[in-house]
Nanobody
Framework: VQLQASGGGLVQPGGSLRLSCVAS????????MYWLRQAPGKGLEVISGISSAGSTTHYADSVKGRFKISRDNGLNTLYLQMDNLKSEDTAVYYCAKDEQGDSRGRGTQVTVSS
């Protein structure tokens, strides 16, 4: 399994970013997927999940109403649209096929700072 997240960067508070995650080595269209993050000095936090067909999503309270998860099964790609970013969203973001994040690959750094 290879899961590679990208799209991170430095953004000002209130700004937006769109993360992508390309998956290989799995039957993506049959696999629920998750976004997780790890802030400096903190543990791994699952922030969003999506069903295999994309019809069901869920979000942690910390990102609800600001982040949107989606997927393109034709492209084996998972997305996370992040709007109204806050300093507390600063973290390394990962995608995974399990809620514990054991399958996560290389993450992408998101830094929210003025």
């Amino acid at each position: 399994v290879q899961l590679q997240a990208s799209g991170g960067g430095l953004v000002q508070p209130g700004g937006s970013l769109r993360l992508s995650c390309v998956a290989s080595g799995i039957i993506f269209r049959h696999t629920p997927m998750y976004w997780l993050r790890q802030a400096p000095g903190k543990g791994l936090e699952v922030i969003s999940g999506i069903s295999s067909a994309g019809s069901t999503t869920h979000y942690a309270d910390s990102v609800k109403g600001r982040f949107k998860i989606s997927r393109d099964n034709g492209l084996n790609t998972l997305y996370l649209q992040m709007d109204n970013l806050k300093s507390e969203d600063t973290a390394v973001y990962y995608c995974a096929k399990d809620e514990q994040g054991d399958s996560r690959g290389r993450g992408t750094q998101v830094t929210v700072s003025s």
